[in-house]
């Protein structure tokens, strides 16, 4: 719960006149399209095929059909009162095969995205890597294979090359530990592949990529203010006993320290009663790359959804640790069955300040799935709503307190591809009919159009 102020109406003036307000989406979750005019094959589409992967056995083949209704949909952001967008570029729309040929219509579908965006006044983000590899690369070992950073290279060289006199801010991955530990770790996302020998080298070779992919956009794109995001939760220990705060910090190294710590130039987490980043220091020393892990970012973007309670648990194999559910606890939830905790947001913001050498921070994704009704036209959402207000007091806290926060961007502008959850979670200001594809704007959207006046 918010500590103080938590009922005070903030508008978006309090945050400032250099605060940039936007919405969030990527191309995969999105765009459908996904064989039209030259777009090579990823991970994702060959993962959704088989029905079991995806809840309801959800394909990407439509989605929102963002790629023939990019502009009602940018008109959409624009009315909603947003003046910055995000999106994220399709690896094999450009590159089919990951590294040869450029395909010429993927070039000019992002050249009509980024126009329209500046048509309306809307300021473009790229995100380079939101998820959806080409199926070419992953055959070749994706990012388990050390020729990742040199292929990803020549993507991020062709769009800096393509888009770069238009564009100037760029987020080069998203969220590496959730595409790492849930792709190649768990195998709940595609490209479907388990286990350490799997993990340890996409960990390294993504955290490589991010700060070669920083560095070539520097190189490239004048005036370039360059990003990259991390999803951050804060750990929340079950009890006092030394093996529960043990377990805590386990997880708190895995799903906060590890691609941050490198990036800023600490290297990799050290922590001697955490087997696993033995391993992982290996494999550096292998390679003998730590400094070109650190890359000087002008802004990291922080991502943040919920909190999570851990315990001690020794049948789990290397984290030896579970997550007590929120359910168990009667706490509130979104319909990802996360909980609701914007003190939690407050304090993973300040902790990432506090870190020294973070120069700014961006909120690039924050929202919430719930079980939207329509009825008569109107989409009721007050608990997203409810929802918005109280994490947006949290980042004002913060800004408050301190620490250089320029921007937020909503998660998401309409309801689309929730991943291995199909379509089911509906995180949008807009509702989507996937039938008919109308769109609808939800009363979440209404209300960021008056808090934005
Ligand atoms: C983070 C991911 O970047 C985004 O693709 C996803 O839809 C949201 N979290 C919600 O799970």
Redesign the pocket.
């Known amino acids: 719960m918010m500590t103080d102020n938590s009922n005070h109406i903030i508008t978006a003036k309090d945050f400032g006149k250099n605060f940039s307000w936007g919405v969030a989406i990527?191309a995969a979750?999105n765009e459908g399209a996904t064989n039209i005019n030259g777009k090579g094959k990823t991970i994702w589409d060959t993962f959704s095929r088989s029905g079991s992967n995806i809840k309801g056995g959800a394909k990407l083949t439509t989605a929102c059909d963002f790629y023939y209704r990019y502009k009602d949909d940018l008109l959409l952001v624009k009315a909603l009162g947003f003046s910055v967008f995000r999106f994220s570029i399709s690896w094999a729309r450009i590159l089919p095969d990951g590294t040869g040929k450029i395909n010429k219509e993927g070039i000019l579908f992002y050249h009509r995205v980024i126009d329209e965006c500046i048509k309306l006044g809307l300021t473009p983000y790229i995100t380079l890597y939101?998820?959806d590899l080409p199926q070419e690369l992953e055959n070749r070992g994706g990012w388990t294979n050390y020729l990742i950073i040199k292929w990803f290279s020549r993507f991020v060289s062709v769009c800096a090359e393509a888009y770069g006199n238009k564009v100037k801010h760029w987020i080069i991955l998203?969220?590496p530990f959730?595409f790492t530990s849930l792709g190649y770790m768990l195998g709940k996302h595609a490209p479907g592949k388990k286990g350490l020998s799997n993990f340890i080298p996409a960990i390294h070779h993504a955290a490589m990529a991010q700060a070669e992919g920083g560095r070539i956009i520097r190189r490239m794109v004048e005036a370039a203010h360059i990003g990259t995001t991390f999803?951050c939760s804060q750990i929340i220990p079950y009890s006092d006993r030394k093996e529960d705060l043990a377990a805590a910090n386990r997880i708190d190294i895995l799903m906060n320290r590890l691609f941050i710590e490198p990036a800023l130039g600490k290297g990799y987490p050290v922590d001697d009663s955490f087997k696993f980043l033995e391993k992982l220091q290996l494999h550096n020393k292998t390679w003998k790359y730590t400094e070109r892990l650190h890359f000087d970012f002008d802004f990291i973007g922080l991502?943040y959804?919920f909190p999570v309670m851990v315990k001690h648990n020794s049948y789990v194999p290397i984290v030896q640790a579970t997550q007590v559910k929120p359910t168990s606890r009667k706490l509130p939830v979104t319909a990802?069955g996360w909980e609701i905790n914007a003190d939690s947001f407050y304090r993973t913001i300040k902790k990432i300040w506090l870190y020294g050498g973070v120069k700014e921070i961006i909120i690039t994704?924050n929202?919430a799935a719930f079980k939207d009704e329509i009825k008569h036209g109107v989409i009721d959402d007050a608990e997203r709503i409810a929802y918005f207000k109280q994490h947006l007091q949290a980042v004002l806290k913060a800004k408050k307190e301190g620490v250089n926060i320029r921007g937020y961007f909503a998660?998401?502008l309409m309801d689309n591809f929730?991943?291995s959850e199909g379509y089911h979670p509906r995180?949008g200001l807009v509702h989507v009919d996937l039938k008919t594809q109308l769109r609808t704007i939800k009363n979440s959207g209404y209300w960021w159009r008056d808090f934005l006046q």
């Open positions: 990527a979750q939101h998820w998203n969220e959730g999803s991502q959804y990802m994704e929202g998660w998401t929730e991943w995180f």
